[in-house]
Every structure is written in C-alpha cells, then in structure tokens.
C-alpha cells in the first residue's frame, strides 16, 4: 500500500496555510500579554516539520513501522465507519478486540493492532485525525503534530511562569531538542503520552500550585491522566512521587518561619510519598501488568527480551540483575547512565543513532558542567530545592533510572525516554544559571567588600596628622 500519494502534496500545503493563519491569530491576540508567544509559530513549525520528517523517515528509509501501521489501521475502521456506522462507532469509543474482528472483510482490511489495548488506544485517536486529513498520511500527521503541540506548549508555559528569565533555555528544553521533534511529533504512542504529560504537568501546576481555573484544571488532570494510563502506565507512576513532592515544597515554600519550615518538612515529605505509594497500590487494577507489585518483575523481563538474537547490534547490556531491591541497586549507576546519555556517538550504527549520540553528548555536556559548578555535593541541595525543579529532576532521574533499567536496545531506548528530556535539559540550565547567578553575587560581594576597605584606608589616610 502506498502512504504517501498525490493528494498528500496537493492538499498538505492547505492544511499548513490554515493552520498557521490561524495560529497567527492566536499569536497577535495573546502575544501582548503574554511574551512568550513571540516564539509560538516557531516552536510549532519545528514540531510540524518533525512530524512530516517521522513520515518520510518510515516512509523511505524504513519501509513502513507503527507509525505507519497506525495510520493504516485507522484508515480500516474509517471505512468500516461509513459501510457500518455503529460498528465503527464502536471500535472508535471503546476500542479493538478479538471479539470485534468479524466486523471486518477483506474488503475493508483487517487491522492489526487489536491485541493490545494501548495499541489499539492509538488507532482510536489516530482515527479521528485521518478522518479531518482526508484519509491521507501526511494532512493526517500534520494535525496530530498541532493538536499535540499545545500540551507541550502548556508544560513551557509552566517553565516560563517559574523562570521567566529563562525563555531562551526553555524553549530549548521543550521544544528544539531533535529527539523530541522526529518520536514526539507523529502518529505514535510517543506524541500521544509526551503530550499528555505536558497536560498533566499544566494541569496539576494550575490546581494544586497556582489554584487558577481548578474546575477545568482538575478535568484536564483526570484526562490527562486516563490518556497516560491507557498508553504508558509507568509515566505516571514516575510522575506521581514527584508531583506530590512538588505540592509539598509549594506549601511549605508558603511557611515564614525557618524553624517551622524545617521541622515541618521531613514530615511533609514521609506524607508525600508515603500518599504516593498508597495511591499507586490503590491504582493497581488500572495500572494493569505496571502495578506496583509487578513493575520490577516486567523490569527484568523486558530488558532480558530486548537482550535476544532478534536485537543484536543495536543493544547493550547493564549485567544481570533480579528483582531484588539489593540486586536492582547493583546495577543502578549503569542504568541512569544508560537512560540519560546512551546511545553514546561511537555506539552508534545508523544515522539515526549517530544523531541520538550526538543529542546525548549534548545531556552529559549539560551534566558534567552542573556537577562542576556545583562541586558535585551542592548538586544533591536542589533535589529539596524550587518545587519545580525538585519535580523534575526527582521525576527525570527516576524516569531516566527505569527506562535504563527495563531497556537494553537502542532503537526503543532513544523513543521510551522523551518524556524525561525537557524536564532533565531544564534542570540542567536552571542548576546552571543558579549557579552562576551566585558566583556573579559573591563577586560583587567581594568586589563591594574591597571597595569599602580602599574607602576606609583613603578616609584613614585623609584624617592622620602630617
């Protein structure tokens, strides 16, 4: 089957012109009081122009993947919607099943993505785009690229509303680092939950931190969250801990008195996650084969499977290790490291690899400068630090230590971690800018310091007899 035909480079050019005519419009109406939109239709050309990218990479290069196969079978239930509207009504609002195969003829085609709910979550979305993109592969990427786009745009908006003098580094954490524009950006389960995740974070920000809009605020969290849970549980276990450690530094950032605040927050603390473990035993049923008491057996089965002959070449090994507490300790340092900053450049088999090596030289570039300037001690203050950056370095880290953990191939390595990237680059930059901002203050101190004791010897001088 063809993807990508005539009608894509015909009526692809409209689509951009609409929704960039529109986007505009947004930009001119809010850009006044809100500055941050002055990057708004570049931020989303560069989103838009790695979706098309995904496109023509699986098109060409690969010969097809589950993006495409995506697409595919939501191009099957779009026409069993119109030669059997309830039937595709539905597989559209309650998804594929083996019981719901004898729908479909030879005629319409057969999809293949049924036997896995989550899976078959992302045919139901994808569906709803194919049908506004005209049942072609590149109009239909370029929606989901806009439409997903706002969840990430919300999540730098919360960066910006921390930091606001940090827009040129957030925006570089957000939205222009290459990994998150080419897996983040189609018809995948990437977009989808990397998305999700920015909602979730806007969401939770609006609710818990700023108490603005709570209402709609809550309705977005409970949708953002069904959306995570149904495609990659484990994101929101990683998010979780960290969230409720971010509601917990926000309150007692709130407490004037030092010596209550410091009483109060191991407390506070034993209460965050000790609510975060309870709630994720409580969510054992939703979070299926990711629930707490199953999570480090998966662990270990996921990365002795991606270890097998069918992967070889494009996997490495961290050692062996059980599902032990002590057993996944041993091994902890290589997992992080793996996560973070794996693929390395000379790891790298394929230009897509080499490009990853070359985003992961750029992370333990970001890393190695925090750890200097920090003294590598001073580094471990900011895990208790902002609440926002306790948030994101508590769930990049521990998101980063999974993925490490539970993946030995590449190729899955570089697409399983791209909801960690913007919140570990933004820790990054903010660490640093921290750091600098109190060398330059002890420099003045100093330079202060030496200027009123010039003053004083001058003034000395002036008042001694001759």
């Not at 290069?61 to 079978?73: A, V």
């Not at 998305?195 to 931190?209: D, E, H, K, M």
Request: proline share 3%; glycine share 6%.
């Amino acid at each position: 089957m063809q993807l990508i035909t005539i009608l894509d480079i015909i009526i692809s050019p409209i689509y951009l012109i609409i929704i960039y005519v529109i986007s505009r419009m947004i930009q001119k109406r809010r850009i006044d009081e809100r500055p941050e939109y002055s990057i708004y239709l570049k931020a989303l050309t560069a989103k838009i122009s790695g979706g098309i990218a995904l496109c023509l990479v699986y098109t060409i290069y690969y010969g097809g993947g589950d993006t495409t196969q995506y697409f595919t079978d939501s191009l099957i239930v779009n026409k069993l919607l119109f030669k059997n509207p309830v039937a595709g009504v539905d597989i559209i609002f309650k998804g594929l099943s083996r019981d719901k195969l004898y729908y479909f003829d030879a005629e319409i085609g057969y999809p293949a993505y049924w036997r896995d709910p989550s899976t078959s979550f992302v045919v139901q979305i994808t569906t709803f785009f194919t049908m506004l993109g005209l049942r072609s592969f590149i109009p239909t990427t370029i929606l989901v690229s806009w439409v997903s786009f706002i969840g990430i745009w919300n999540l730098y908006r919360v960066f910006l509303n921390e930091f606001p003098k940090m827009a040129k580094q957030m925006s570089i954490a957000v939205f222009f680092i290459p990994s998150l524009l080419f897996w983040g950006s189609g018809i995948l389960k990437d977009t989808i939950t990397l998305s999700a995740t920015g909602f979730f974070v806007y969401a939770f920000y609006s609710t818990f931190i700023i108490r603005r809009n709570v209402i709609r605020s809550l309705i977005m969290l409970f949708l953002a969250g069904y959306v995570i849970i149904t495609v990659k549980a484990y994101i929101l276990i990683a998010l979780l801990p960290g969230a409720l450690i971010w509601l917990t530094g926000s309150i007692l950032s709130g407490i004037k008195g030092k010596f209550v605040k410091y009483a109060m927050t191991p407390l506070f603390l034993i209460f965050a996650l000790g609510g975060a473990y309870i709630l994720l035993m409580n969510m054992g049923s939703s979070l299926g084969k990711f629930s707490a008491d199953q999570i480090l057996e998966r662990a270990v089965i996921s990365q002795r499977d991606l270890k097998s002959d069918w992967y070889r070449g494009n996997s490495f090994d961290i050692g062996e290790f059980d599902s032990s507490i002590g057993s996944i300790l041993s091994v902890s340092h290589k997992a992080l490291a793996a996560g973070a900053f794996r693929p390395f450049i000379l790891e790298a088999n394929n230009l897509m690899m080499f490009i990853s090596g070359l985003e992961n030289l750029f992370f333990l570039f970001l890393f190695i400068r925090v750890l200097w300037l920090t003294k590598v001690v001073g580094f471990f203050r900011y895990f208790v630090g902002h609440p926002l950056l306790s948030f994101s370095l508590i769930f990049s880290v521990f998101f980063l230590f999974s993925v490490g953990l539970s993946t030995s191939n590449f190729g899955s390595l570089v697409r399983y971690k791209i909801p960690a990237i913007p919140f570990f680059a933004a820790s990054m930059y903010i660490i640093t800018a921290e750091e600098k901002r109190k060398r330059l203050s002890k420099k003045f101190e100093f330079a202060n310091e030496e200027e009123e004791a010039a003053l004083l010897r001058q003034s000395q001088v002036l008042q001694s007899p001759a």
